[in-house]
């Protein structure tokens, strides 16, 4: 059963469109949400996290929203550049020191 | 600060042979991971270790080993690889004590014939 489904599977946006990710999960004990961004022939570098306890997170122009209630979070890449074409993963931890990823996200920014 | 370190980079074994990975942290963290990584399937857990001297397996642990050396190390082991094992390797290491933060390593691609 997988834990948490990331949409899409791949993503075509122009360059300073916005780039939209979304995952679900279902166990309610997950308490902190990270994405992660993986260039080709490396490992996946932490990119934005949020806990369960705020809505909304902004760093630069990476945004997390997440919705508790609806049990989905998303990542929001504004100004989409050439250079953030990687593929991305979605994650969801609980205190049982596991982590679930998602299935990955390959985004192509188009220049 | 090195981070989380792999080696080897590369490899290539034949049905049936034994190898092992060896992963590093200079980071200080408690837990350790080892995920593999395949197309289409994001990252699947294969063992982690909360801390020195224990271990726990993950979603697919059947056909490895691990050993937490020490705080720092913390080593895969295929005692008899299979055409299903040929994958990249990742090892990750993991801290809550101030802010929440994992890192992974460069990871190792692994071919089994």
């Known amino acids: 059963q997988q834990q948490v489904k990331q949409s899409p599977q791949s993503l075509i946006v122009q360059k300073g469109g916005i780039s939209i990710i979304n995952c679900a999960y279902e166990?309610?004990?997950?308490?902190?949400f990270p994405w992660y961004q993986q260039f080709p022939g490396k490992g996946p570098a932490l990119l934005i996290a949020?806990?369960?306890?705020?809505s909304e997170k902004k760093e630069g122009r990476f945004t997390i929203s997440f919705n508790k209630s609806a049990k989905q979070f998303s990542l929001h890449i504004m100004d989409s550049q050439p250079g953030d074409s990687a593929t991305y993963f979605c994650?969801?931890?609980?205190?049982?020191?596991?982590?679930?990823f998602g299935s990955g996200t390959k985004l192509n920014v188009k220049p | 600060n090195a981070g989380v370190t792999q080696t080897p980079k590369f490899q290539v074994l034949k049905t049936g042979q034994s190898m092992t990975l060896q992963c590093a942290q200079d980071?200080?963290?408690?837990?350790m991971y080892w995920y593999r990584q395949d197309p289409g399937m994001g990252l699947r857990l294969i063992y982690y270790?909360?801390?020195?001297?224990?271990?726990d397996k993950g979603e697919v642990p059947n056909g490895y080993n691990v050993s937490r050396l020490n705080k720092r190390e913390f080593s895969l082991r295929l005692e008899s690889a299979a055409p299903s094992q040929t994958s990249v390797y990742f090892c990750?290491?993991?801290?809550?004590?101030?802010?929440?933060?994992?890192?992974f390593g460069p990871g190792t691609r692994l071919t089994v014939t």
């Open positions: 990750a290491s993991f801290t809550t004590e101030t802010v929440y933060e994992q890192y």
């Open positions: 994650a969801a931890y609980y205190n049982f020191n596991k982590f679930y």
């Open positions: 166990n309610t004990a997950f308490d902190y």
């Open positions: 980071m200080n963290h408690n837990s």
């Open positions: 949020i806990r369960p306890d705020v």
């Open positions: 270790s909360a801390s020195e001297g224990t271990t």
